[in-house]
């Protein structure tokens, strides 16, 4: 399912070093430091969730990993291609690196089939009947087969979620990033994209997801990423984590969720 690359097994396929980046702020000299010295290796087949409290630099972070957010110092390389050097090839970076949305993000005036059919055309060169072949059986894997013909606007906000991520597993990715992909639906919706995404990750898809949900990130991570003030404060097993926090920030933050 995932895409060819030269990394092997036990070496990282993702790799943040030192990044930071910095937003201009009204009244700030220094600007607002949305990410302050991270440091993140992700190793191939590993599913990492990252939690941390609103504006502590999660959905940054996940924006930098496919070059949507750029970064003001350090590197970041994915699958044996280095994100923050400018010659980079981006639209194959991205094809690479799948990332579905809190906001689905799909074409409106397109059908849910193309909408999973029109990337595959446009950036990786598939004829018209093996991008649609490709389409309908990830449609029916992600369990829309049924609405191939309607359009976004007609579709519930957990089907369209679940056609965004086909169209990013149709590109054959190597990883996935997972942007707050429930937060934008309602509350019985989410369960099944929650399914569908331990499905990937049972597959062994390399998986970095953003999520307030906390059963999720104790039933499906490998590893829980806490973040606050744009840094990494504390990274370990999800039972380690949650049971005995390290940090007094993280201790405060988990004690309000539980």
Same mark, same amino acid.
């Given at each position: ?18 990044? /930071? ?9 220094? @600007? ?30 996940? /924006? ?7 970064? #003001? ?34 074409? +409106? ?11 595959? *055309? ?10 649609? #072949? ?13 609405? +191939? ?7 519930? @906000?957990?089907? +369209?979620? *679940? ?34 995404? /331990? ?15 906390? @059963?999720?990130? *104790?039933?499906?991570?490998? /590893? ?5 003030? @744009? ?20 201790? *405060? ?6």
């Amino acid at each position: 399912m995932t895409g060819a690359s030269t990394i092997a097994p036990d070496e990282a396929i993702i790799d943040v070093v030192g990044v /930071r980046k910095t937003f201009p702020s009204i009244g700030s000299r220094g @600007g607002c430091v949305a990410l302050d010295d991270v440091h993140m290796s992700v190793r191939r087949g590993e599913v990492v969730v990252i939690i941390g409290p609103s504006g502590s630099g999660k959905s940054t972070l996940l /924006r930098t990993l496919n070059a949507l957010v750029a970064v #003001d110092r350090g590197v970041i390389r994915i699958a044996g291609r280095e994100v923050t050097d400018p010659k980079t090839d981006l639209p194959k970076l991205r094809a690479d690196v799948g990332m579905v949305f809190q906001h689905f993000n799909l074409f +409106q005036h397109k059908t849910a089939l193309e909408n999973v059919v029109l990337p595959q *055309r446009v950036v990786r060169r598939r004829s018209a009947s093996e991008a649609r #072949d490709r389409a309908l059986a990830l449609l029916d894997r992600v369990g829309v087969l049924d609405r +191939q013909d309607h359009y976004p606007g007609q579709l519930s @906000g957990g089907q +369209q979620q *679940r056609v965004a991520i086909a169209r990013s597993l149709a590109m054959d990715p190597s990883v996935m990033l997972f942007d707050e992909a429930t937060s934008a639906l309602d509350p019985e919706m989410i369960g099944g994209i929650l399914d569908l995404m /331990r499905g990937l990750a049972e597959d062994g898809m390399t998986m970095v997801a953003v999520t307030h949900e906390m @059963g999720f990130a *104790r039933d499906v991570a490998d /590893r829980v990423i806490f973040m606050d003030g @744009g840094a990494v404060v504390e990274s370990g097993a999800p039972e380690a984590v949650f049971a005995n926090p390290q940090s007094e920030r993280a201790r *405060r933050f988990l004690s309000q969720i539980h």
